[in-house]
């Protein structure tokens, strides 16, 4: 069974600083996904990493994949106040169309002055 | 641009009424999706269609119904509603290749947010 977990849960930081959110999943995938979501909003699609080794960027954030180790990270540089947002990893199980997506628990990052 | 709309976006119910949440997408995508999620918290798939005519239950147990009668229709349907149905329910949709590219982003559309009295 597909598990996916997200480290930290909570994560408070300043502004100008940089982070990394981990993403661990627990079985073969060929797709994983980032979404942001603001407070009282829906998903809004960041990324999404198709390969071993698969690195994709927009603004301040990078998201990798690592499929050896299960592991995606997103990369945070110089944080600003606006993103400040919850932020999900998603998973498809291996196989192809068919496979549902499992979520991360998310993390809310808080950027503060 | 995704074009993937919920109606409607609050309701305040009393328990014991039937309800439907609209979802309805224009992109043409074959696979819809419903999730509940409470504040906060991560989302939980509760069904899930891959076409017209396709329905199937996600990982989540739910008392909710669901029906594809048209590719870009994908209402839920809560016969007779509680409050522990209260929750947001985020609809979304998506297409696994698009110009022949993996993809199956999924797109989501801004929610409903319940509350069963």
């Known amino acids: 069974e597909l598990k996916v977990e997200q480290n930290p849960l909570f994560l408070s930081m300043q502004e100008g600083k940089n982070y990394t959110i981990y993403c661990n999943y627990s079985t073969t995938s060929d797709r994983l996904y980032w979404y942001r979501q603001d407070p009282g909003k829906s998903l809004e699609s960041l990324f999404v990493l198709l390969s071993n080794g698969a690195v994709k960027q927009e603004g301040r954030l990078m998201a990798s994949l690592d499929t050896k180790a299960r592991l995606s990270t997103l990369h945070i540089t110089a944080a600003v106040h606006d993103l400040s947002a919850t932020y999900f990893c998603a998973v498809a199980g291996y196989g192809g169309a068919t496979n549902k997506l499992i979520f991360g628990t998310g993390t809310l990052l808080a950027v503060q002055p | 641009e995704a074009d993937i709309y919920q109606t409607p976006r609050y309701l305040v119910i009393g328990t014991g009424k039937k309800i439907t949440l609209e979802c309805s997408q224009t992109?043409?995508?074959?696979?819809m999706y419903w999730y509940q999620q409470d504040p906060g918290m991560e989302l939980h798939l509760i069904h899930y269609?891959?076409?017209?005519?396709?329905?199937e239950k996600g990982d989540l147990s739910s008392e909710s119904t669901v029906s594809r009668i048209r590719t870009e229709h994908f209402p839920l349907t809560l016969e007779s509603a509680r409050p522990s149905h209260t929750s947001q329910y985020l609809c979304?949709?998506?297409?696994?290749?698009?110009?022949?590219?993996?993809?199956?982003?999924?797109?989501f559309g801004p929610g409903t947010r319940l509350t069963v009295l």
């Open positions: 269609s891959y076409g017209v005519n396709s329905t």
């Open positions: 979304a949709s998506s297409e696994y290749e698009i110009a022949g590219a993996v993809t199956d982003t999924q797109y």
């Open positions: 992109m043409g995508h074959d696979k």
